[in-house]
């Protein structure tokens, strides 16, 4: 791998095969010896060229049969590798410098949508989840609403209880490209991509918030400055993105976890995610209030004197991305607490 990071040529070159069209990928394969000879060696290595009447076959028709097709195996393994230096703390920086930020955020939404490829899928999950946690490219990311759209469908759409096909049936079977179970089943690519873009939020989700904020104008109507619905979330994320903080930490449940001898690992990066969203979100959202007033952040008690007793002690007490969730303060300090218990216990295993 460090010999394809240098000189960053090299990355360039193996990254400019994702613009390459799947059709004339496909067509050049199968028109050529190479494609040929790999269809010999697949078939029977005693068939001939002739045999198998390359001149007179429907290319179109050929490729449509093939379980695989050539474009696919290719995008998969250039994604693949891309994936696999970016997971190189030494070598990560050469991708970067080879994609560079205008290419970013294209190269993650073809591998993402320009593929039917399910490996080329998940893998741009990873890209996105890596490329997201480079403070400098955030902001990119933040402000394409087509890849932020496609992270919160996929966080808003999975359930662990999901029903799909009946397991071992044909259906599944098919839907599972014949895996059953394993990390390429229905609910292992499902549940891969729900982490990852989890990954991916953890790093987000509160600047998400503030570029897609919906202002409202005077009499409830909507600024002239809003956003155009091309550029915009969709309404079922603006609603998923509102609540999310408060979901991820109203969903952990701290005491059964506490209860187990024996916390399973998947169950325990699910909740350090969900935690790690929960501190993220409030850390930014803190940020982001000092950056506009100057670097300072009033505490204490609330400007208005005639606060009555009920908006002291009610719901206002507690912060606005968790009163989705939350009524009282009570109610966040007793799952803080359980919350405490459950990364010690984690830290201790």
Not at 81 to 92: D, F, P, R, V, Y
Not at 112 to 118: E, F, Q
Not at 153 to 164: D, L, W
Request: net charge negative.
């Amino acid at each position: 791998m460090r010999s394809l990071g240098v000189p960053t040529t090299r990355l360039q070159l193996l990254a400019s095969l994702l613009r390459l069209p799947h059709k004339d990928i496909n067509t050049t394969f199968h028109l050529g010896t190479v494609g040929i000879r790999t269809l010999q060696r697949t078939i029977g290595p005693g068939l001939l060229p002739h045999d198998l009447h390359i001149d007179n076959l429907d290319t179109t028709s050929f490729i449509d049969m093939c379980g695989i097709r050539p474009a696919d195996f290719i995008y998969r393994h250039v994604v693949r590798t891309l994936a696999l230096i970016l997971g190189n703390e030494h070598l990560s920086h050469r991708v970067q410098e080879a994609l560079t930020v205008q290419n970013v955020v294209p190269t993650c939404q073809f591998a993402l949508k320009g593929s039917s490829d399910i490996y080329v899928q998940v893998l741009g999950y990873v890209l996105v989840a890596r490329f997201s946690m480079e403070e400098k490219l955030q902001t990119v990311f933040v402000n394409d609403s087509g890849v932020i759209n496609e992270i919160l469908t996929c966080c808003r759409r999975y359930s662990p209880e999901q029903k799909g096909p009946e397991k071992g049936s044909a259906a599944a079977l098919l839907a599972a490209g014949g895996q059953s179970k394993g990390t390429w089943s229905v609910e292992g690519v499902a549940l891969n991509r729900y982490m990852l873009c989890m990954v991916t939020l953890c790093s987000l989700a509160e600047r998400v918030k503030e570029r897609y904020r919906k202002h409202e104008g005077e009499e409830g109507e909507e600024r002239e400055d809003a956003l155009p619905a091309e550029r915009d979330l969709s309404y079922s994320n603006h609603v998923f993105l509102d609540r999310f903080t408060a979901s991820c930490l109203q969903g952990l449940n701290a005491d059964e976890l506490l209860e187990k001898e024996v916390i399973e690992v998947m169950d325990e990066f699910t909740a350090l995610l969900r935690i790690i969203v929960v501190h993220n979100s409030l850390m930014t959202r803190l940020e982001l209030e000092s950056s506009q007033k100057g670097g300072l952040v009033e505490v204490g008690e609330p400007p208005n004197h005639e606060a009555t007793a009920s908006n002291k002690t009610g719901q206002t007490l507690v912060v606005p991305e968790l009163r989705a969730s939350f009524k009282t303060l009570h109610q966040v300090q007793s799952k803080s607490e359980g919350l405490v218990n459950l990364v010690e216990k984690c830290l201790q295993m």
